[in-house]
Antibody, heavy 117, light 107 residues
Framework: EVQLVESGGGLIQPGGSLRLSCAAS????????MHWVRQTPGKGLIWLSR????????DYADSVKGRFTISRDNAKNTLYLQMNSLRVDDTSVFHC??????????WGQGTLVTVSS | DIQMTQSPSSLSASVGDSVTITCRAS??????LNWYQQKPGKAPKFLIS???TLQSGVPSRFSGSGSGTDFTLTINNLQPEDFATYYC??????????FGQGTKLEI
């Protein structure tokens, strides 16, 4: 069974840093494109970043470019999102997701990040 | 970036009804359109790819259609488990992958 489990969320002050993790199991992690998507009640689902299977190719949404870094450890079957210079409007539930050729075919339930002083 | 607009934002219906949700792209995207279902506190679920291809295990009461800029998701004979929020998403020009704002289907 494909499973994605995020962790690392919490309450953080504006300007702070946080690293999210996504533990993957049940599929060939090292050959899968992986993504981070965030979700807020007001703005719905917003794609943030992607990384290819061997970690050599990454892309980011303009809103997080230069602040967030996606990475992976295939030996640990784990995806990461390093988030720096956090802002109040980064407050969201962060999901990791696997992509096949057509769409996001597996998602984690998400981890909540609250940026507030 | 391609903008995706769903309508309505929310919809009330009853068990046994049929409903249609619309998704419009800001430019033509051929059939590169996906639909997802999300229940409260749960992860989104991939329902339909390429505008009309049901993912494995998705009941046949779900159907999708459209091409270009206008797409629809139709659910026939609504069941209690279908009450959820539905999102469309384009994969024509990526990144970024853009989603509609969601349609909440309520009893």
């Amino acid at each position: 069974e494909v499973q994605l489990v995020e962790s690392g969320g919490g309450l953080i002050q504006p300007g702070g840093s946080l690293r999210l993790s996504c533990a993957a199991s049940g599929f060939s992690f090292s050959t899968s494109w992986m993504h981070w998507v965030r979700q807020t009640p007001g703005k719905g689902l917003i794609w943030l970043s992607r990384i290819n299977g061997d970690g050599t190719s990454t892309d980011y949404a303009d809103s997080v470019k230069g602040r967030f870094t996606i990475s992976r450890d295939n030996a640990k079957n784990t995806l990461y999102l390093q988030m720096n210079s956090l802002r109040v409007d980064d407050t969201s539930v962060f999901h990791c997701a696997r992509a096949d050729s057509y769409g996001f075919d597996a998602w984690g339930q998400g981890t909540l990040v609250t940026v507030s002083s | 970036d391609i903008q995706m607009t769903q309508s309505p934002s929310s919809l009330s219906a009853s068990v046994g009804d049929s409903v249609t949700i619309t998704c419009r792209a800001s430019q033509a995207i051929s059939n590169y359109l996906n639909w997802y279902q999300q229940k409260p506190g749960k992860a989104p679920k991939f329902l339909i790819s390429s505008a009309s291809t049901l993912q494995s295990g998705v009941p046949s009461r779900f159907s999708g259609s459209g091409s270009g800029t206008d797409f629809t998701l139709t659910i026939n004979n609504l069941q209690p488990e279908d009450f959820a929020t539905y999102y469309c998403q384009q994969r024509y020009i990526t990144p970024p992958y853009t989603f509609g704002q969601g349609t909440k289907l309520e009893i």
